[in-house]
Structure formats: structure tokens, C-alpha cells
């Protein structure tokens, strides 16, 4: 998830035993241009396994030279390409993401020619489509297959719903029947029980979890609990805020303290989401200006 899913994060994601992690979204052109703030998003620590790097674009000969890039530059064990981001400045002006679904000879076109370019895995991130009228995500997944990918992940909203409405689990159902490839569902997996629930309607093969992961890494641990048959562990707020820690370390980490600090502003307070004071917590991190007055401000919670 752009903005949310950095190296510190995966990471993190990882220790609490999700299957996969993806980096944000990368820009094929800002790779090509040798763009910092884009490389910067192909950070991988030496342990981060395994993790997809997510490009988009929207044209054949840009991605490839992405692809291209991401095999040769870092240890990555799958390149996913994003055909499902909403964001007009991407669908829109890039004519990227989503707006891909619109066209699935282009789909074809890039996806194998990406994977005749690079030996490593390449998956495929869709929507159910690009609005109610043209919902194709089967007839796309069956390109995508015949193209040579190797697993797809489908979140079943189109894009015209954006990020609201409920996911239409029947298109992760349908594209499960139509190919033999993985498929990922993806759309309103908000704890263990609503990931079983996915599981089981769609037979999907694995479930993709993205906001409710934030600030709450710990519902890997719970959905791989339920569905091994353990108890399932509750969070207590000492776990909580050390991991909010590590979080928040892996960001200086990388970034040094000040941006760091500026990134877990807005990050650091969805970790204390349903606390009693969560709007007091959130007024006073995000004002926050140094790693020390963090600490300060989640010394004092104890719900
Ligand atoms: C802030 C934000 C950033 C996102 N960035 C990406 C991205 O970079 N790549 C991607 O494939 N999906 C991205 N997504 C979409 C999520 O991965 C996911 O498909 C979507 O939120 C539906 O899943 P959910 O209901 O579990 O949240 C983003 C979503 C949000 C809310």
C-alpha cells in the first residue's frame, strides 16, 4: 500500500507470519529516470522474505525496462504489476493502474512481455473492472494466464467503488473457477473469521489483507491461528506499542529520524485505533517532532 507498506512495516508483517509481502506501488517511468524517492522504494532488507515489488505503467516497453530493473537491482522474489490502482492521477492522466482493465489486449501485451523478460515469478494485481457495466476480471485473468503469469490476485471492486462499497466476492469466485493459476482474494478481509469466510466462498487460494493490516500487523498471527485450529492471541498493549517501536526504528532505519519521524505521524497513531484516548493519542503524535517526544507521548498509554 503506497505510503503505508515500507520496508519497516513488511517487515514487521513478516515476524507476525504473513505468507507475502508487496512494496508500494513503484512508478516504471521514476525507475527509469533513476527517481530517488522512487528508488528508495525498492529497499529490501537482507531477511525481507518472501516480498513482490509492485510496479505500474502503462505501456509495454516502460514496464519491461522496469521489470528489467527491479530483477537486476534487488532480491525480490516475485515482480507484481499493478493493474488495479484508482487514483485518477495514475488511471487518469497515467492512463496506469486500473484503467488497464479498459483495455485487455494492452494487458496481454505487457504481461507477456514482462514475463519473457525477466526469470523470476511475475504476478498480476486486477479489479473486478473498470465500472458495473464492464466488469471482466475473468475474461482479464484468463489473459493474464494464457500470458505466462503466475499467479493473480484479484480485488473484487471495480473502480468505480474505489476503496468504498462492499467486494463482490463472486468475481474472486468466478476467476477461481476460470483459471489454474493462484489466485489471491483481496477486498473487506477484516479479521480471522471474514478470511476463512473468503477461503471457503471463493476457494481462492490465499487472501490479500490491506487497511485492516495497518496499525494491526498482529491479524496475520490471528487468521493463521484460526485457520490452524489454535487459540487466537490477543494483542495486549505492551505488544502493542513495542511493536510500534520496531515500526517506528525501521523508519530511522532507512530515512534517518526526521523524515521518519514526519512518516510515523500519520502511521503511528492507527496502531492505537479503539483505545480509549485514541483521539487525544492521534492529536498528540501527530504533532510530534523527534523520536524521543514519540516515546514520551506512548509512555503514558496504558487503555
Ligand atoms: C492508502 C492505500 C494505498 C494503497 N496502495 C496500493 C498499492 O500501492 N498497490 C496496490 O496493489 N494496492 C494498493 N491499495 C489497495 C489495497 O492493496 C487493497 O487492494 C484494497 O485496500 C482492498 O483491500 P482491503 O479491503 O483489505 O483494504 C492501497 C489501498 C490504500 C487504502
Redesign the pocket.
Known amino acids: 500500500?503506497?505510503?503505508?507498506?515500507s520496508s519497516a512495516f513488511r517487515n514487521i508483517c513478516l515476524d507476525y507470519k504473513a505468507g507475502l509481502v508487496?512494496?508500494?506501488?513503484?512508478s516504471d517511468k521514476g525507475i527509469m529516470y533513476d527517481n530517488k524517492n522512487t528508488t528508495d522504494l525498492l529497499y529490501l532488507e537482507e531477511h525481507e522474505h518472501p516480498i513482490a515489488i509492485?510496479i505500474?505503467g502503462s505501456s509495454v516497453d516502460t514496464l519491461v525496462n522496469a521489470a528489467i530493473y527491479v530483477e537486476k537491482n534487488t532480491k525480490c522474489d516475485i515482480l507484481?504489476i499493478?493493474m488495479?490502482?484508482p487514483?485518477p492521477k495514475v488511471c487518469i492522466r497515467s492512463k496506469a493502474?486500473s484503467a488497464l482493465m479498459k483495455n485487455p489486449q494492452l494487458i496481454y501485451d505487457i504481461v507477456s512481455n514482462v514475463v519473457k523478460s525477466v526469470s523470476i515469478p511475475v504476478m498480476v494485481?486486477i479489479?473486478s473492472g473498470w465500472d458495473e457495466n464492464s466488469i471482466n476480471a475473468v475474461e482479464v485473468a484468463k489473459l493474464i494466464e494464457q500470458a505466462g503469469a503466475s499467479a493473480i490476485?484479484i480485488?473484487a471492486?471495480t473502480r468505480s467503488q474505489g476503496?468504498s462499497g462492499k467486494?463482490n466476492w463472486d468475481i474472486i469466485k468466478q476467476v477461481k473457477e476460470s483459471v489454474s493459476i493462484p489466485v489471491i482474494g483481496?477486498?473487506?478481509?477484516?479479521d480471522e473469521i471474514s478470511a476463512y469466510n473468503m477461503l471457503e466462498y471463493t476457494k481462492c487460494d490465499a487472501v490479500?489483507?490491506?487497511?485492516?493490516?495497518?496499525g494491526n500487523p498482529f491479524i496475520f498471527r490471528r487468521i493463521n491461528q484460526y485457520l490452524n485450529n489454535q487459540n487466537v492471541t490477543n494483542t495486549t498493549t505492551s505488544e502493542i506499542k513495542e511493536v510500534f517501536i520496531k515500526h517506528l526504528n525501521g523508519l530511522i532505519k532507512q530515512y534517518g529520524e526526521k523524515t521518519a519521524v514526519s512518516i510515523f505521524r500519520g502511521i503511528g497513531p492507527t496502531y492505537f485505533k479503539g483505545f480509549k484516548d485514541s483521539s487525544i493519542i492521534r492529536s498528540n503524535l501527530s504533532q510530534a517532532k523527534s523520536y524521543k517526544e514519540i516515546i514520551d507521548i506512548i509512555t503514558l498509554i496504558n487503555n
Do not use: P, W
Open positions: 500500500m503506497a505510503g503505508i507498506t508487496f512494496s508500494e506501488m513503484i509492485q505500474f507484481d499493478n488495479g490502482c487514483v493502474g494485481k479489479r490476485t480485488h471492486r476503496y467486494a483481496n477486498g473487506d478481509v477484516i490479500m489483507i490491506g487497511r485492516k493490516a495497518l
